[in-house]
């Protein structure tokens, strides 16, 4: 049966949403949050939630060309790569579009169609060590408007990270503290939920005997 493996719950304090899409109409301003975890042994992640939540037009998830989940290696402090490419890649990625039955659309504390649940596919086998989680919609702001992640009210590991390599926001191109785009909290909101992989141990006896060799 699958566990709860790591949750930030919603903020209780701050629901507010921060810009967190690829807009397919206007790439320069794309932008990505990170959040980081740690599984302190093997991991098989089976389903990852996302809430979230939309203004400037924006009514459902359902409008995206694509949900996209990735699960970066740490670097320093920062995910390893970026979703533009730069980087090392992601060590998993999966993007589905909305209507993919793995996805689940529901809606979030703002009343839209903003909160994703992806049950993945075989699971993701994750050995012990420390991870980034991006996901974000392909989403054009023409008809699509605008989506964010929304922040935990927990502060475990390291603080959430902005990015937006096209440099439209005027942040700068690099991974920088989520707080640049307003927020005070330091963890993002997600949840995983799989199961702890415990090593297998077989034991066994032997017993060796001669044969008597003819002279």
Do not use: C
Not at 38 to 67: E, K
Not at 85 to 91: C, N, Q, Y
Not at 96 to 118: C, K, M, Y
Request: proline fraction near 8%; aromatic fraction near 12%.
């Amino acid at each position: 049966p699958k566990a709860v493996l790591w949750d930030q719950p919603l903020s209780t304090v701050n629901q507010n949403a921060y810009v967190n899409q690829e807009f397919t109409d206007n790439p320069t301003y794309s932008a990505y949050l990170a959040d980081d975890f740690v599984a302190d042994s093997a991991w098989a992640v089976g389903t990852i939630f996302v809430p979230g939540g939309g203004w400037n037009g924006f009514t459902t998830l359902a409008n995206a060309s694509a949900l996209n989940f990735l699960i970066y290696t740490d670097e320093g402090g920062v995910p390893a790569g970026d979703p533009s490419g730069a980087g090392a890649p992601p060590i998993w990625a999966m993007s589905v579009a909305p209507t993919d039955p793995q996805v689940v659309i529901s809606t979030g504390s703002s009343g839209l169609e903003s909160n994703v649940t992806l049950t993945v596919p075989s699971f993701v086998i994750l050995p012990p060590g420390h991870y980034w989680l991006v996901f974000y919609p392909s989403l054009a702001f023409a008809g699509g408007g605008q989506y964010g992640r929304q922040p935990a009210d927990t502060t475990n590991g390291l603080t959430g990270q902005f990015i937006n390599p096209g440099g439209g926001f005027g942040y700068g191109t690099a991974w920088q503290n989520w707080s640049v785009v307003g927020v005070t909290q330091a963890d993002i909101a997600f949840r995983l939920e799989g199961i702890v992989l415990t090593p297998l141990t077989i034991t066994f006896d032997v017993t060796a005997e001669a044969e008597d060799t003819p002279v």
